[in-house]
């Protein structure tokens, strides 16, 4: 979950999986303030977990950890959801693009401004 699936260990990865995806690259994309919405995060974060479904029979640990995984993840986004979706009205509002360091509440020593869709992310790291 936390890196890309290595393809030249799993050959026949890319034969089923069309779109790879993991939480390593997730990160990426937070870095970069990739993310427009909090539904394209939930979207990509669903493809982390269905990748790993269709790629693993139904009674493999790592088809069994995806659900589980999807189960917690979708709580955790839902609930971050209304701060996250007002957050984003609140930059919307002032002109300024999401991730941009602007000094409001919720800062992190240093001044930057916390980016919600890596607090939701980092849950799945200690899951």
């Given at each position: 979950f936390l890196e890309p699936v290595d393809t030249t260990v799993v050959t026949d990865y890319l034969t089923i999986i069309q779109?790879?995806?993991?939480?390593?690259?997730?990160?990426?994309?937070?870095d970069r303030n990739e993310y427009s919405s909090i539904d394209e995060f939930k979207a990509y974060f669903a493809l982390v977990c269905n990748n790993c479904k269709t790629y693993n029979a139904p009674e493999t640990l790592y088809y069994k950890s995806a659900d589980k995984l999807w189960q917690f993840?979708?709580?955790?986004?839902?609930?971050?959801?209304?701060?996250?979706?007002?957050?984003?009205?609140?930059?919307?509002?002032?002109?300024?693009?999401?991730g941009t360091d602007i000094?409001?509440?919720?800062?992190?020593?240093?001044?930057?401004?916390?980016?919600?869709?890596?607090v939701v992310h980092m849950t799945f790291y200690y899951y």
């Open positions: 779109k790879p995806m993991d939480f390593g690259t997730m990160r990426q994309k937070i993840g979708e709580k955790s986004i839902e609930r971050e959801r209304d701060s996250i979706l007002l957050e984003e009205e609140r930059m919307k509002a002032l002109g300024v693009a999401a000094g409001t509440r919720g800062n992190r020593p240093g001044g930057k401004r916390v980016n919600k869709y890596f």
